[in-house]
């Protein structure tokens, strides 16, 4: 019904928190992880090396500066066959409608193929070909929400967050199986 209009939006497991809205952006050189994600996530920040990364077009008209890098574990599939590779994300200080972004070298590192018309992606697995399925109404969901806070950060109602501080876990006990993150 929506054949190509909508992004491809799957649901890996990053960091060992399911993420339910991850961007797979075959246009974009990077891997990113926004820092509210972060915040969520309760990533110590001990783990987050500096960097000098700039952003420019991931909002279009705002430009911004890195919080850091680090490395994580991805891993799509299912039990019975599923691939992990570790991928290193520049952490961006804005929000936006996704959890994550996945761009060409996350593509390279799991040697997938997506086909955006059917929203999906298909890559090699110990126990054959893992695909990957997305959800159209999910994906325009997302979509819109970002348009919206887009629109918003363009017309100066809402100031991107622009922190170099990453806050600690409120909870250092913290379940680090598998957790969704809305």
Known sequence: RHGGSAALVLDPIIGGFHLTRVLMDGGSSLNLLYQDTVRKMGIDPSRIKPTTTTFKGVIPGVEAHGTGSISLEVVFGSPENFRREDLIFDIVPFRIGYH????????????????????????????????INGNTE???????????????????????HISSVIKPPASTTQDRSILELD
Do not use: C, D, W
């Open 100 to 131: 994550a972004l996945l761009g060409r070298t996350a593509f390279a590192r799991f040697n997938a193929v997506p086909n955006y018309a059917y929203l999906k992606l298909k890559m090699p697995g110990p126990r054959g070909t893992i695909t």
């Open 138 to 160: 999910h994906s325009l969901r997302t979509e819109g929400h970002t348009v919206a806070i887009t629109a918003e950060v363009q017309s100066g109602l809402l100031k991107p």
